[in-house]
């Protein structure tokens, strides 16, 4: 079935079947959208048997051509979820992607022979598509946040919820991806600081949508090493428990009053996100 999303001069789609969510890819990439749909699927069960809500959701998997018709970021290969539902995520590995990796011949022997093995593709090269494919799952999480009525108090609050949702699913239900959803932002964290020129919380509230995509993307990554330790320390519960305390408190908090209640209520792991920032 096709099916046309904005003028009728735009490119069709293909429309997927076989899943209870909407779906659509460009021609020649089936397999791939049966993949990530039914990954994307199989993540917002799991989340919807922990806080009894489902967002509506949209997957658009799309190849270059397509990108610009229906994507709202620009830069081809980041996912991203849309005002209205749709979830849009790339068909192909990109230059995007592969920009990631650095000179193998230029870092730590132990760090190279990690990146290889966890992100070498089936063709043979190495590039963080793995990582980038699990963020499609990261970008479900702000459906469940903006379609389940949480007031999220902070932006970076509203990042590492998603980071959160999107490690204990795959730590739950697909373990044997975690490589691929840490050794990243592992490798990005333990870079020097004095790379980024933004690095406080307080900047990144400030500069959320007009940060350089690099230095946007190290807080990212701090975020999802924050999200790990936040599993580690309280298992599945400790979402369950950030859900309900967002759902409950709708005005806006205090700093101090927002660490408190993360502390006392949620776990002393994600407190710890502020506090030792």
Same mark, same amino acid.
């Given at each position: 079935?096709k099916?046309?999303?904005?003028?009728?001069?735009?490119?069709?789609?293909?429309?997927?079947?076989?899943?209870?969510?909407?779906?659509? %890819?460009?021609?020649?990439?089936?397999?791939?959208?049966?993949?990530?749909?039914?990954?994307?699927?199989?993540?917002?069960? %799991?989340?919807?048997?922990?806080?009894y *809500?489902?967002?509506?959701?949209?997957?658009?998997?799309?190849?270059?051509?397509?990108?610009?018709? %229906?994507?709202? *970021?620009?830069?081809?290969?980041?996912?991203? !979820?849309?005002?209205?539902?749709?979830?849009?995520?790339?068909s192909?590995?990109?230059?995007?992607?592969?920009?990631?990796?650095?000179?193998l011949?230029?870092?730590?022997?132990?760090?190279?022979?990690?990146?290889?093995?966890?992100?070498?593709?089936?063709?043979?090269?190495?590039s963080?598509?793995? *990582?980038?494919?699990?963020?499609?799952?990261?970008?479900?999480?702000?459906?469940?946040?903006?379609?389940?009525?949480?007031?999220?108090?902070?932006?970076?609050?509203?990042?590492?919820?998603?980071?959160?949702?999107?490690?204990?699913?795959?730590?739950?239900?697909?373990?044997?991806?975690?490589?691929?959803?840490?050794?990243?932002p592992?490798?990005?964290?333990?870079?020097?600081?004095?790379?980024?020129?933004?690095?406080?919380?307080?900047?990144?509230?400030?500069?959320?949508?007009n940060?350089?995509?690099?230095?946007y993307?190290? !807080?990212?990554?701090?975020?999802?090493?924050?999200?790990?330790?936040i %599993?580690?320390?309280?298992?599945?519960?400790?979402?369950?428990?950030?859900?309900?305390?967002?759902?409950?408190?709708?005005?806006?908090?205090?700093?101090?009053?927002?660490?408190?209640?993360?502390?006392?209520?949620?776990?002393?792991?994600?407190?710890?996100?502020?506090?030792?920032w």
């Amino acid at each position: 079935m096709k099916m046309s999303v904005h003028a009728q001069t735009s490119p069709e789609l293909n429309e997927l079947t076989g899943f209870t969510i909407k779906a659509y %890819y460009s021609p020649g990439n089936e397999d791939r959208a049966r993949r990530i749909v039914g990954q994307c699927e199989s993540a917002l069960k %799991y989340v919807q048997g922990l806080v009894y *809500f489902m967002p509506e959701v949209r997957v658009f998997v799309l190849s270059p051509e397509h990108w610009k018709e %229906y994507a709202t *970021f620009p830069l081809y290969g980041m996912p991203h !979820y849309t005002a209205d539902n749709r979830l849009v995520v790339a068909s192909e590995d990109n230059d995007f992607w592969r920009s990631f990796i650095p000179p193998l011949d230029e870092i730590p022997s132990e760090l190279a022979e990690k990146i290889k093995s966890t992100y070498t593709t089936g063709h043979g090269s190495v590039s963080t598509m793995a *990582f980038f494919d699990l963020l499609a799952l990261h970008e479900l999480g702000h459906g469940f946040h903006q379609q389940g009525g949480l007031t999220m108090q902070r932006l970076w609050m509203q990042e590492l919820f998603c980071n959160i949702m999107l490690h204990i699913y795959i730590a739950e239900n697909e373990p044997e991806k975690l490589p691929a959803l840490t050794v990243f932002p592992d490798m990005v964290v333990a870079s020097r600081t004095s790379d980024y020129e933004y690095t406080s919380l307080a900047d990144f509230e400030r500069l959320y949508d007009n940060m350089d995509p690099e230095n946007y993307g190290w !807080y990212q990554c701090r975020l999802h090493v924050a999200g790990k330790d936040i %599993y580690e320390g309280g298992g599945a519960s400790v979402f369950v428990k950030l859900w309900k305390l967002l759902k409950a408190h709708s005005s806006p908090l205090s700093d101090e009053h927002l660490v408190e209640l993360l502390n006392e209520a949620v776990s002393p792991e994600i407190a710890d996100v502020y506090r030792e920032w």
